[in-house]
């Protein structure tokens, strides 16, 4: 039976601009699996930031990860992977009434509990990703994807990735993040969603030459 969160239809759920892109063939063929999951789909209804879901949010990662990776000469496809599983930590960090409906509202338990700083989303979801997409897609587990997706919150998590794949996954997530914020911060969100688009349309006209 369908629920409200799965759908065949992937291409529905991506931004046209990603769809558009000349590398979108590519860069798709590389996360299909991940994106037509159940559980992956489920992130349609874990917030972000406002209003962002964490579908969103990955996926824009992901992309611009890819892209920049052509650019500087990393590896594309862990960058296009590990972008996508950054944030999939097993559970949702914000209230949403849809997740009561999904799995009992086990993905909302973190959301009922209360935990000293250390111990708060912020600063343990990268370690949960990591080892949760091991557990959904073993056969994508790779050294530098675990520690790609396990370090991008530097420097909050003071140890830094191993790897460049690494820190591009955690400049553009930390881009994104900057542009989800709600108003007052407008102005510095456009600033920041013009910035990491230019960095993308620089990385592509340095692949074409
Ligand atoms: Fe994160
Ligand atoms: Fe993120």
Not at 83 to 100: I, K, Q, R, T
Not at 152 to 157: G, I
Not at 194 to 202: G, L, S, Y
Request: glycine share 2%; aromatic share 14%; charged share 30%.
């Amino acid at each position: 039976m369908k629920s409200r969160y799965y759908d065949e239809d992937v291409f529905s759920y991506i931004d046209h601009s990603i769809l558009l892109n000349p590398y979108f063939e590519e860069w798709y063929e590389y996360v299909r699996v991940v994106l037509i999951s159940d559980e992956f789909q489920k992130r349609k209804l874990f917030p972000h930031h406002h209003n962002m879901s964490v579908w969103e949010h990955s996926i824009l990662v992901s992309f611009r990860s890819f892209v920049l990776a052509k650019a500087l000469k990393a590896d594309d496809r862990v960058c296009a992977i590990a972008g996508l599983l950054h944030d999939f930590y097993p559970w949702s960090w914000m209230y949403s009434e849809a997740l009561e409906h999904i799995d009992d509202g086990i993905f909302l338990k973190e959301t009922k509990t209360k935990h000293s700083l250390f111990r708060k989303h912020g600063f343990t979801h990268a370690k949960a990703a990591a080892e949760n997409y091991v557990k959904f897609f073993p056969e994508l587990e790779n050294e530098v994807i675990t520690d790609s997706i396990k370090r991008h919150m530097f420097p909050l998590n003071i140890v830094p990735p191993k790897y460049k794949e690494g820190f591009i996954i955690t400049m553009v997530d930390k881009i994104d993040s900057v542009y989800e914020l709600p108003s007052p911060t407008v102005i510095s969100s456009k600033i920041a969603r013009d910035f990491n688009d230019k960095i993308v349309a620089r990385a592509l006209d340095k692949i074409r030459g």
